[in-house]
């Protein structure tokens, strides 16, 4: 089953029900950043969510920007989302592995008390930052949180990820249930009781259900509006990463040609090495000179 995004409609437009399928966007995730399970736990559940917030965006070139700032052990984690379902993320310490005394994996420790915030990306321009408290850090509590602060709409957040033994996934999704602007007393009634009759997200990814089954089988008259794909995806190539490099100075840059290997710089988002040996570096310090002759 290949991962994707399903958005409906229930209620007369009441209520607003996502699901996301992110099992193979969170393996990727753990296989580029090699993550222990905890850290898959929560970097998988961070960027399924996400995914959802970056659905939620009108413009294909908006990008949603979402960092938990956390004393735990995991330390800072961060997603970006994009309209067009592509979605990298990393965390600052991969290898961790804490479970509670019910021997689940312990997210919510992990990642600690401090911070949620999300910033919508135009083009270069960021338009729009808006922070929380952690509730809970197990992260589905989080941005439920956030919604309804944030956003004034009542929101459920159910997130999963089951790691195996081996600490591959084998399930990971979300289901985002909103209550929309002229909802009724009826329908928060209703979306109670669903809430409440609720099987968790990553069980149902499991027992391979669709996101579209997931949507259209907790209301009785859900209209499916949008599908989308959704996929791990970085944007950095060899060309921005040679940008970089450019902003470091002649002198940093002559340092780095005079070493045997030359300069590997690494994308933090998607963990791809870009070498640098010797020629490329003198090719870069040529281009600087010719642009300080130039402007003097
Ligand atoms: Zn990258």
């Not at 600052?92 to 999300?118: I, R």
């Not at 970085?234 to 840059?253: A, F, G, I, S, W």
Request: aromatic share 4%; net charge negative; glycine share 6%.
């Amino acid at each position: 089953m290949k991962d994707k995004i399903v958005t409906g409609l229930a209620n007369d437009g009441h209520i607003r029900i996502m699901a996301i399928s992110s099992t193979q966007m969170v393996q990727e995730a753990k296989d580029r950043h090699d993550l222990w399970p905890t850290a898959s736990a929560a970097l998988g559940r961070l960027m399924s969510v996400s995914a959802l917030l970056g659905a939620q965006l009108k413009n294909e070139d908006e990008v949603i920007s979402v960092r938990i700032d956390g004393d735990g052990e995991l330390g800072l984690m961060r997603v970006d989302a994009a309209k067009t379902g592509a979605v990298r993320g990393f965390v600052m310490n991969p290898h961790v592995m804490l479970v509670n005394d019910d021997k689940h994996l312990d997210v919510g420790k992990a990642v600690g008390k401090g911070t949620l915030s999300v910033s919508r990306n135009y083009g270069l321009k960021n338009e729009f930052t808006s922070s929380i408290e952690l509730v809970s850090g197990e992260i589905g509590d989080d941005f439920a949180m956030y919604f309804t602060q944030s956003e004034q709409l009542p929101s459920v957040v159910s997130v999963g990820v089951l790691v195996n033994k081996d600490g591959n996934i084998d399930a990971a999704g979300a289901l985002l249930i909103q209550m929309m602007p002229g909802h009724t007393e009826s329908d928060i009634n209703m979306a109670e009781y669903v809430v409440e009759h609720l099987k968790p997200i990553s069980q149902m990814i499991q027992e391979k259900m669709t996101p579209e089954m997931i949507v259209t089988s907790l209301f009785n008259d859900t209209d499916v509006l949008a599908e989308s794909a959704v996929e791990f995806k970085c944007h950095c190539n060899h060309d921005k990463m040679r940008e970089t490099l450019k902003t470091l100075t002649v002198n940093d840059l002559t340092e780095l040609a005079h070493e045997d290997d030359g300069a590997t710089l690494e994308c933090q988002y998607c963990n791809t090495h870009y070498h640098f040996d010797k020629k490329d570096l003198m090719d870069i310090i040529q281009e600087k000179k010719h642009v300080e002759d130039s402007q003097a």
